[in-house]
């Protein structure tokens, strides 16, 4: 059983940065390539990034490039997304989703990730 745990959520202004979490207890995060999702009201979950766990390379879709880094630390097992200039637009429920075998083109679809946490909400407003 893999139980993926995401945390770090809240409320932020424009302009300021979060770090969220993701981690994993019972399953090494080194097997899984990681991807964050998000999903606001009423729209569908998209995704944000991904690291892959083969040589640790992280893409981005084009809206977050440039405000998003995905880091790992092995020591804890865990996974962070760091996300600076945050915008209104940007809230919405953050998802970790983790990939055995993903196929790297791909890597935008929801149906390449078998894991899945159950989110933390991210509120940007002044």
């Known amino acids: 059983q893999v139980h993926v745990v995401e945390s770090g959520g809240g409320l932020v202004q424009p302009g300021g940065s979060l770090r969220l979490s993701c981690a994993l207890s019972?399953?090494?995060?080194?097997?899984?390539?990681l991807a964050w999702f998000r999903q606001a009201p009423g729209k569908e979950r998209e995704a944000v990034a991904c690291?892959?766990?083969?040589?640790?390379?992280?893409v981005y879709t084009e809206s977050m490039k440039g405000r998003v880094t995905i880091a790992r630390d092995d020591a804890k097992n865990s996974a962070y997304l760091q996300m600076n200039d945050l915008k209104p637009e940007d809230t919405a429920v953050y998802y970790c989703?983790?990939?055995?075998?993903?196929?790297?083109?791909?890597?935008?679809?929801?149906?390449?990730?078998?894991?899945w946490g159950q989110g933390t909400q991210v509120n940007v407003s002044s």
């Open positions: 989703g983790l990939s055995q075998w993903i196929e790297a083109a791909l890597w935008e679809r929801r149906d390449q990730y078998e894991y």
């Open positions: 019972t399953v090494n995060l080194n097997k899984f390539h």
């Open positions: 690291n892959f766990k083969n040589d640790r390379s992280t």
